[in-house]
């Protein structure tokens, strides 16, 4: 859309309707939505923003954007095609269908994106499985995990308002550290955190 001119995303997904700069009360040229990616609020996506721009690229610019200067990103936009399941509406808590239980699904449909995100819902789906016929219940994994923090993003009930879209594993899905950290320690505390979690539920 860029390359067709100047003005074509402010009059496309940056398109200022309704808004006003409460600074001066007239109509900004151009807007950036920011929706949020989890329910802790601690990483939100810039809404119609996939591109075929090299990531270095992409932090450049956006850092041009008032107020992301500073930001940390957690994942870059890329134009690509993913088929995937609506399924905090369509899936169960073992990843079965809930209009046919006894179809599983598995992988990048049941809405994460990548190859280890995929394996995980294919490992996922298949612990569940041989819990149905082992008739034991194989609890999901904890939240603090990166399995888990998938598992909750693909089953995680939203409001018809709230739209579902496919995911990559990032530190913005995980609940927040109980105690503010500083950046350079931050990964390390949810790497330990995660692992205890992980060991506890294995």
């Not at 016929?133 to 939240?143: F, V």
């Amino acid at each position: 859309m860029a390359d067709r001119g100047l003005d074509v995303l402010a009059f496309g997904p940056m398109r200022p309707v309704g808004l006003t700069d409460p600074r001066n009360g007239q109509r900004p040229h151009a807007v950036v939505q920011l929706r949020p990616e989890n329910r802790h609020r601690t990483a939100y996506n810039l809404v119609g923003f996939q591109t075929r721009l090299a990531y270095p690229d992409q932090q450049r610019i956006f850092r041009m954007i008032p107020g992301l200067g500073h930001a940390e990103f957690l994942r870059m936009g890329s134009i690509h095609r993913n088929s995937y399941v609506d399924s905090p509406r369509l899936l169960g808590p073992a990843l079965e269908l809930r209009g046919r239980p006894s179809i599983q699904l598995a992988g990048q449909i049941t809405g994460v994106e990548g190859y280890i995100e995929s394996t995980a819902m294919g490992l996922l789906a298949a612990r569940f499985a041989v819990g149905r016929m082992l008739e034991r219940a194989a609890p999901p994994p904890p939240p603090e995990t990166a399995m888990g923090a998938l598992y909750a993003h693909v089953t995680r009930p939203r409001l018809a308002s709230q739209s579902f879209e496919p995911m990559n594993v990032n530190l913005g899905l995980l609940p927040p550290l109980g105690d503010r950290a500083p950046k350079r320690e931050r990964r390390r505390l949810y790497v330990e955190r995660a692992a205890a979690a992980f060991a506890g539920w294995v």
